[in-house]
C-alpha cells in the first residue's frame, strides 16, 4: 500500500469514527445532569492541549526562562478578558509571539 493510500484512508476511519457519534448521539438522548455535565468538557480539555504547548520544551521539561510563549499567552489572555472577542484574542497573541521571536 502506497503512503498517500495510506494516509487517505486512515483519515476516511478517523472521520467515519468521529461523524459516527455526531451522527448517532442526539441531544434529546441525554437528561439535563448529564447535558451539564458535558459541557464542562471544552474547559478541561483546552488547558491539557494548551499547558505543554506554552511551558514544556522539546524534551518534556519545564521552560520558564527565555520562552516568549508565556509572554505571548499572558497578552493573549488579557486582550481575551478586555474584549471578549475569540478573533482578537488569537491575533493578538499570534502577533505578539512572531514579535517577541523576531524583532524582540
Known sequence: ?????????????TYLTRFS??????????NNRAREILSYVPSAIFPA???PAIFLDDLG???F??????????????????SKNIIATIFSGLASYWILIFIV
Open 49 to 51: 492541549i494548551i499547558f
Open 21 to 30: 457519534m455526531i451522527a448517532i448521539l442526539k441531544k434529546e438522548m441525554f
Open 1 to 13: 500500500m502506497s503512503d498517500w493510500a495510506l494516509i487517505i484512508y486512515c483519515g476516511i476511519i
Open 65 to 82: 526562562e527565555d520562552n516568549p510563549k508565556i509572554l505571548a499567552a499572558a497578552i493573549a489572555m488579557v486582550i481575551g478578558i478586555l
Open 61 to 63: 521539561g519545564f521552560q
